[in-house]
């Protein structure tokens, strides 16, 4: 089962990453999502996973890594 089909058939930063490094990272966009709704002043939803591997997707390897590596050394995920 494919659960990171993003509806494309070219290569996914997200299918080549670990489950571990994955669910870092969508922990980390979910709280800057959180944090710039907060700080907008609008309500606060979780966004859905594929919400979040989209914008995973976006922002290419290199934010990726560097997302991660600043996460995990702050303990925040």
Known sequence: MD???L???????????SIQD????RAV???VHKENMVRAGKAYRVL????VDKWIESMGPK????????AVDKGAV
């Open 48 to 51: 859905p996973l594929h919400e």
């Open 3 to 5: 659960i990171f089909n």
């Open 22 to 25: 994955l669910n870092r990272l």
């Open 63 to 70: 934010v990726r890594e560097k997302r991660i590596k600043i």
């Open 7 to 17: 509806g494309t058939t070219r290569s996914s930063f997200v299918a080549d990453l």
């Open 29 to 31: 966009c979910q709280k």
